[in-house]
């Protein structure tokens, strides 16, 4: 599919790479289909892009770049809900906020989206009180450590990540 988009032009969307949200996400609830870019600029920061609508993109992270000791403790019916219960069908991205002065970047570890990898179902879940979590967690300092070690050649040890 084609895609007119505000962020990255004119684009080309697989149908089969479309993320189905049933209940949208917090902020955009009417806007229900999305996908993932990539965008090598901006790596490892990738963008959720609404497929309905070419102004809407967030940008996204993989939590655990940014907080290696990040706990998701999501109920069996959250995970229910976009069909499966299996740890290893789920990916995790958390939304960045990205202002004007890059040093003050943060994520939202209180709201990430799960992703089922073996259906392209998605939601994104608000954790409980309970959890040590943050709305603006710093991500500054850990994105260029990452950055530092991209550039060494280490890049990131995925098998490490729960």
């Known amino acids: 599919m084609d895609l007119n988009t505000v962020r990255f032009g004119q684009i080309q969307i697989d149908d089969e790479s479309i993320?189905?949200?049933?209940?949208?996400?917090?902020?955009f609830e009417d806007l229900k289909k999305f996908?993932?870019?990539?965008?090598?600029?901006?790596e490892p920061i990738f963008w959720l892009q609404s497929v309905e609508d070419g102004d809407v993109s967030l940008p996204i992270i993989d939590p655990f770049i940014?907080?290696?000791d990040y706990?998701?403790?999501?109920d069996?019916?959250?995970?229910?809900?976009?069909?499966?219960e299996k740890e290893e069908d789920i990916i995790v991205y958390n939304v960045v906020v990205?202002?004007?002065?890059i040093t003050k970047i943060t994520i939202n570890l209180v709201a990430p989206i799960?992703?089922?990898?073996?259906?392209?179902k998605a939601k994104q879940v608000i954790?409980?009180?309970?959890?040590?979590?943050?709305v603006k967690y710093p991500a500054f300092t850990p994105l260029m450590n990452y950055y530092k070690e991209v550039e060494k050649g280490a890049g990131t040890n995925k098998e490490n990540r729960k």
Do not use: H, R
């Open 127 to 134: 954790l409980g009180l309970e959890q040590d979590t943050s």
């Open 35 to 42: 996908a993932i870019i990539n965008c090598t600029e901006t």
């Open 114 to 120: 799960i992703i089922n990898i073996s259906n392209n």
């Open 19 to 27: 993320l189905t949200f049933d209940n949208g996400i917090y902020g």
């Open 98 to 101: 990205l202002p004007e002065d």
């Open 76 to 84: 069996d019916k959250e995970l229910m809900s976009i069909g499966t």
């Open 71 to 74: 706990v998701i403790d999501v």
């Open 66 to 68: 940014i907080k290696e």
